[in-house]
């Protein structure tokens, strides 16, 4: 709803801001570049529209100006309006197109902000005789609905005609409202108590009724009277389900003290269930957000903020699951506001923001204002501290994964985990990587599905059916090799054992989640037993397959021939298995400068008669090793004297080239003479 904001509202935390909790390791922020508007005043009032994310000043009913500026939009909308009296509501449709202002208990105006369009406004009363207008909101860019005390009323606003065309109405007695914006649900509270609410759901020029539902009161009330204010309650998206916050200040049992969070899942259809309560252990006054589907929950008399993550597990107690906060209570990290005002003035240091300031008023999801000092922030969750107050390391992967920005901060807990200094059991390594691993193979399988479903030709008749997208908790191998493994294999600061074990690790968990290994990995498995001179343990894992056969590996076996000879035939046996083109392996060979490995897999298999030397040659010349060239000139010197006689190149051979160059290293003398019998 678009509320004006007074000064010293007391709706969220207040205190002197002075951070309890202490500092460290603060895992809220406020964001870096806020909203700055006029503060409210006598003559200047301000209000917030929660489904453009707007604020608007209005000075003297708008005479004397109005200026609104949002999070998204940098470039503020400035315009006069006639003063007709005090502002109750005022809030732009979706769009920007038109704007509505309600001034009195009875009607709402409108104007037209299109190019071209007369600035006349049209105004539109409600149709219950004797209902007061509680407030709007816009469902779309022409679409709104009117909340009385004794119903709603949904009207498409033509302007063109700058006119309003009823769609629907609902008679209902309404005690105060409610708009979620991401989901386009309006809630009322009916009845006299007010626990009973009635959802709505609009969507292109249609309302549908939900199913209502009771909120559980603390205690049966002893008067008849509201008994639940709506600064208790709260609309959110919470891993794409909508959910009303119920803060419940007394328990429902009684040996439990505190308050408590009640998660109400509201589904498109069927009925509204208790599915979550979040403990607070505590009471006093509290605010809700939601960011980046944690609920966040700040408290005024200790100024600090706890988070809760409801897809982490919990206590189930046979009809909802139990909830404790994931990390200690802390403190929004301190803010400090810039000094406004001439360059001289500007010198001066920024002033400490007053956080959980009497004068916060907290928006869903994610916003607070502050009207005294004028500011609208988004309030952000920062990883990085979270890693060092989470110590289970499961539990904290758990939580990461669920985060949008999550990529680097787990990639930097994984290479944590293998330094020295902060070295993991193997376990708690083998369980990091299986978390992973799940979340990779879930996003394999869904791509593979769709590419089933476009390849079949099936997409056309599915319009629905879209492209699974690659959060960042896709952490695939090659994210682990760059990231991770291959620094620590460079670094050798880990026993040789500890290092070969976390690479097998690895390769375990992808094989146990069926994900094809990637052969860089076991390249580096092979180079790192290679180093600590592991041939015993190179020969075991490939004569029982725990290295996978592949092209690149084969031929990173061939070039070990120097240094360990039986490579070369383990090379071959591997090539023959994987029915590789000859000349394939021996262009990959000599692609690699691998020019004597590709002579003697040729060899191995009987094809050096039929080879181009020239090709040989080529890749020995671009090698810049002057003994290779000459051991490679001279084995074809010698093909040619067995097959035809003769030592020398034939002119179809194309090594006239080679044949200089042979002679200006080595000399003429070098050259093969003829031999003859």
Not at 138 to 164: A, M, N
Request: hydrophobic share 40%; charged share 20%.
């Amino acid at each position: 709803m678009s509320r004006e904001l007074p000064p010293g509202e007391e709706e969220a935390p207040g205190g002197d801001g002075e951070g309890g909790a202490g500092e460290g390791g603060c895992y809220l922020a406020l964001c870096a570049r806020p909203v700055h508007f006029e503060k409210a005043n006598p003559v200047n009032c301000v209000f917030f529209d929660e489904a453009n994310k707007q604020v608007f000043a209005v000075r003297s009913g708008g005479a004397t100006g109005v200026v609104v500026k949002g999070l998204e939009d940098r470039n503020p909308i400035s315009f006069r309006m006639e003063d007709k009296g005090e502002v109750k509501c005022i809030k732009f449709s979706l769009g920007n197109k038109i704007l509505a202002v309600q001034r009195t208990l009875k009607s709402v105006d409108f104007l037209n902000f299109i190019p071209d369009s007369p600035q006349l406004e049209y105004t539109q009363e409600c149709k219950t005789k004797n209902a007061n207008i509680l407030g709007f909101c816009w469902t779309s860019s022409t679409e709104i609905v009117f909340i009385t005390d004794q119903g709603i009323e949904f009207y498409q606003v033509l302007p063109e005609k700058r006119s309003l065309k009823l769609l629907k109405n609902q008679s209902i007695n309404v005690n105060w409202y409610m708009y979620c914006p991401e989901s386009s649900v309006i809630l009322l509270s009916t009845t006299v108590l007010g626990n009973v609410l009635q959802p709505f759901y609009f969507k292109s020029g249609t309302m549908s009724k939900l199913s209502k539902f009771e909120i559980e009161l603390p205690v049966a009330p002893k008067s008849s009277k509201l008994s639940l204010s709506e600064r208790d309650i709260a609309m959110a998206t919470i891993y794409g389900h909508l959910y009303v916050l119920y803060l419940r200040h007394h328990s429902r049992t009684s040996n439990s003290t505190g308050a408590e969070v009640v998660l109400y899942h509201l589904p498109r259809e069927g009925s509204c269930k208790k599915t979550h309560i979040l403990k607070l252990n505590r009471t006093g006054k509290f605010a809700l957000n939601v960011v980046d589907n944690l609920v966040v929950v700040h408290h005024q008399d200790t100024e600090t903020s706890v988070i809760f993550d409801i897809k982490l597990k919990g206590e189930f107690d046979g009809s909802a699951t139990i909830h404790q906060f994931v990390l200690p209570p802390r403190s929004i990290q301190p803010y400090q506001i810039p000094v406004a005002g001439p360059a001289s003035v500007t010198s001066q240091s920024p002033v400490p923001c007053k956080l959980y300031s009497s004068s916060w008023i907290v928006f869903q999801p994610d916003i607070i204002i502050s009207a005294s000092e004028g500011y609208l922030w988004s309030l952000q969750v920062k990883l990085e501290p979270v890693v060092t107050l989470l110590l289970d390391k499961g539990k904290l992967m758990d939580f990461l994964l669920q985060r949008k920005e999550c990529k680097m901060v787990i990639l930097s807990v994984c290479s944590q985990m293998l330094s020295t200094t902060e070295r993991g059991s193997l376990s708690v390594i083998a369980t990091v990587f299986d978390k992973l691993n799940h979340e990779y193979k879930k996003y394999l399988e869904a791509e593979q599905s769709y590419t089933m479903v476009v390849e079949a030709g099936l997409s056309r008749s599915n319009p629905l059916l879209k492209r699974p997208v690659r959060t960042q908790a896709v952490i695939d191998q090659s994210d682990m090799y760059t990231h991770v493994l291959s620094v620590f294999t460079e670094k050798k600061e880990a026993p040789h054992k500890f290092t070969i074990a976390v690479l097998m690790e690895y390769i375990r968990s992808l094989n146990q989640f069926q994900i094809a290994v990637q052969h860089y990995l076991y390249e580096l498995v092979i180079k790192t037993l290679v180093q600590h001179n592991l041939f015993y343990m190179l020969h075991q894992f490939l004569q029982y397959h725990v290295l996978s056969d592949s092209k690149p590996l084969a031929c990173l076996l061939l070039s070990l021939e120097s240094i360990y000879p039986p490579a070369h035939q383990l090379s071959l046996d591997m090539l023959k298995r994987l029915s590789t083109a000859n000349d394939e392996i021996v262009e990959v060979l000599l692609s690699k400068h691998q020019v004597l490995a590709a002579l003697r897999f040729i060899r191995g298999i009987g094809g050096h008669d039929s080879i181009s030397a020239r090709k040989f040659l080529d890749a020995a010349k671009q090698a810049e090793d002057d003994m290779l060239f000459y051991t490679i000139f001279r084995f074809f010197e010698q093909r040619n004297q067995r097959l035809r006689g003769n030592p020398s190149f034939t002119p179809g051979e194309h090594c006239e080239e080679h044949v200089t160059f042979f002679k200006q290293v080595f000399g003429e003398q070098a050259l093969m003479k003829p031999t003859t019998f």
